[in-house]
């Protein structure tokens, strides 16, 4: 039986501390209908009625290689991908349910396709999958809090067996960690209400995961969902803690610490738009200035971040997500260095933008101009060894005029005659300190 070993936990999660930005991908039946992955459960849509949009799944213009190469591209580090839904379809080629992507008229097993791409392109492989099971006839139906049927009388439970639940959900995981090569993550989805921690089996399913896959990385939401940290912040983290904590559609404003008040390891879980998986309806993307800011605010307070696309029907990303995918390449080639391995700077936050820091190096992230030189504070202007513009390496000097003599604490560095920066987005200072 898996135990918590702290030495050994610090090890496994390097890489990812250091990754500090990943793709999520929503992508399976419920891009036929375009209402977003949720839509059995808020139109309260039964089983048979959902089932008729495999006849329809052929996943024509589909490339994964395509969807991993722009995450890729992106600057993203890894990349997780729905294996399994609340609603039951699965997206590879599993013995234990026919509901699955062979027997729709696409017939392709799109986890194998997915880790390979993943592989292929030297990033992490993650595995989204849902311990919630809608379609299963052993899953709670009436009175369960989400389940599409729970307002259905004739939905009872009696005849269901909740452990043959769980052989079931069980031995799905078990292919999943048996047959597409090395996993590095696996995001579970979602512990709520009673359904939570041994309601699961959840020691045995994470002991099962980690024999078969020694060094992955585990998501917080046996015991928790969008919200809740879990045992990992607590002194004696269960053995089926997470290893990460998963704020969702939130930056933590404070980050996110242990009982201790030690960091812990945290990503925060973002869409472009409103929704994960593909809602035709939903044209209310955020920024690309705003998803850099969010990265780098996340990143400044010791966290990832999980940016995720949700492909339509056919398979296509929309061309919004696209857009915002080429934007980060953009800032993520100039500025990439400012946010692998970095972390919590230690410093209040600057009124023009935020701060991360890895080791003696700082990273000053200008979102906003200064009228005049812009101060930098936090640092003990001594300490100071160099100043350089990150994205072009120019030597960026300290000003001392008349106007800025009042605040010697103070390190005014000239930015330049323009007022606009060079890139209005986020212009970073690379400042080096002595030891
Ligand atoms: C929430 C949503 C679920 C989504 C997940 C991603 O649990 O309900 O649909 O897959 O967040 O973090």
């Known amino acids: 039986m898996y135990t918590f070993n702290r030495e050994e936990y610090e090890k496994r999660i390097q890489w990812y501390k250091d990754a500090r930005f990943g793709m999520f991908i929503h992508w399976g039946l419920y891009a036929i209908p375009a209402r977003g992955e949720w839509m059995r459960h808020f139109e309260e849509m039964p089983s048979d009625e959902y089932d008729k949009y495999m006849d329809e799944f052929t996943a024509k213009d589909c490339d994964i290689r395509q969807w991993v190469h722009l995450a890729k591209e992106a600057g993203m580090k890894y990349v997780v991908f729905t294996a399994k839904h609340h609603d039951g379809f699965c997206l590879f080629d599993t013995k234990y349910t026919d509901f699955n992507s062979m027997n729709a008229p696409c017939r392709r097993d799109f986890v194998k ?7 292929a392109e030297g990033l992490k492989v993650g595995i989204y999958y849902s311990i919630i099971d809608w379609r299963h006839p052993d899953y709670p139906h009436y009175g369960d809090e989400i389940h599409p049927m729970r307002n259905n009388k004739s939905e009872t439970n009696e005849n269901r067996d909740f452990d043959r639940y769980l052989d079931f959900m069980h031995s799905q995981v078990r292919e999943l960690m048996t047959n597409y090569g090395k996993i590095d993550l696996l995001f579970f989805d979602y512990s709520y209400d009673g359904m939570r921690g041994e309601k699961w089996k959840a020691s045995q399913l994470v002991t099962m995961v980690r024999e078969l896959q020694p060094g992955i990385l585990i998501n917080n939401r046996l015991e928790a969902g969008g919200r ?49 998986g593909y809602f035709a309806g939903d044209r209310y993307f955020k920024t690309p200035s705003m998803l850099i800011h969010k990265l780098v605010e996340c990143v400044s307070k010791g966290g990832n971040m999980i940016l995720n696309i949700g492909p339509d029907a056919y398979g296509n990303i929309p061309q919004e997500e696209v857009d915002i995918l080429k934007y980060f ?33 700082y990273y000053f992230h200008v979102f906003e101009n200064a009228v005049g030189a812009l101060p930098i504070q936090g640092i003990d202007r001594k300490r100071i060894r160099r100043i350089r513009a990150l994205e072009s390496g120019h030597e960026v000097h300290v000003v001392t005029h008349f106007n800025y003599s009042d605040y010697p604490d103070v390190v005014f560095a000239d930015l330049g005659e323009d007022p606009v920066l060079p890139d209005p987005v986020d212009y970073v200072l690379k400042v080096e300190v002595s030891d």
């Open 228 to 276: 809740g940290f879990g045992s990992l912040v607590t002194k004696n983290p269960l053995p089926y803690h997470g290893d990460y904590v998963t704020p969702e559609q939130i930056v933590p404003p404070d980050g996110i610490k242990d009982e201790l008040g030690n960091p812990v390891l945290w990503e925060s879980c973002i869409t472009m738009n409103r929704h994960w």
């Open 113 to 119: 396709e997915f880790t390979d791409a993943v592989r």
């Open 329 to 361: 390449a953009h800032w993520m080639k100039k500025n990439g260095e400012s946010i692998y391995g970095c972390g919590n700077a230690g410093m209040d936050k600057p009124d023009f933008g935020r701060v991360t820091r890895k080791g003696n190096i």
